[in-house]
């Protein structure tokens, strides 16, 4: 059994929390959170005990893995301080917000082999993950161009845009990295961006709406498209088309019931309301992966070099939109 804590208990740390509690071959000992009242309420809901410090956590002999789902500017100094204290880490996209301040953050910690896991959930979607087993067994030929969607249901409140590192760093970071999943290492970047959406987005400094072109090493062309307003739900979509067919992974409703009639055709009911509902078996699916890695003694995956990666996309992807030009990336 796997001792495991838990770092910051809002939206999304009280359900990894909730995962971890319920999981066969883990055992949830604490959590923290700067906030008491959030950390009391997960701890009381879920029957264990609350940290009053991270250095109460990670100095826990019976903690084995720390899930870090705390605000990203602290994420890396928590990665650095729970591979110093021999943990396991699987952290919440992205590893932080400044490139360079991510790379430092390897390089102090390489040396001591650490053992990082970043939350890319979407790569546990059952329906995303068939897919790409599916193309890497070449039912569909070589991969020539694939399309990502992903568009939220509704925009983020402005304080929330106001710390999320932009659109690229924040959103689309989840699709740059399923385009390395699905189609290896990227070569070139083109980004547009607009604000369609909400203009009080714009006045932040950030778009609310994107286009990116990359141009995998392979040669195959990918095209993201992103939006913070999607007025029938969480729109999340793979279509990936090769020399011999496509294959494709579409939206995912509460039923399969269609409605037929005189006024419709085919009507279905509304697409899943958002992450938390959508990726439910992703995120419990990643979650077992990063127990399952401690147990074994096997590589985490999605590692700490894929959230550079990722990172280092976007990065290039907002180079694109300053510049307007094909930004490379050796």
Sequence with gaps: MVG???LGCGRIGRMHA???ARHSRAKL???FDVRAEAAQQTATELGVKIARSVDEVLSAGEVGGVLVATPTDTHVPLIAAAVRAGKAVLCEKPVDLDLERARACWSEIAGSKPRVMIGFNRRFDPSFRALRERLQRGEI???ELAVITSR???PPPQTYI???GGLMRDMTIHD???ARYLAGDIAQVHAFGANLVDPAIGKLGDIDTCSVSLRTKSGALIQINNSRR???GYDQRIEAFGSNGMLQAGNQYATTVESWSAERTGAREPLLSFFIERYREAYTSETDAFVSSLEGGRPMSPDFADGLAALRLAVAAEESLRTGAVVGLD
Excluded: E, H, Q
Aim: proline share 4%; net charge neutral.
């Design 141 to 143: 030929g070589t991969l």
């Design 18 to 20: 909730r995962n971890l």
């Design 176 to 178: 740059f990295d399923m």
């Design 29 to 31: 000992l604490m959590v």
């Design 4 to 6: 495991m804590a838990v």
């Design 230 to 232: 999607c007025v029938y």
């Design 162 to 164: 106001k710390t999320s």
């Design 152 to 154: 939220d249901p509704a």
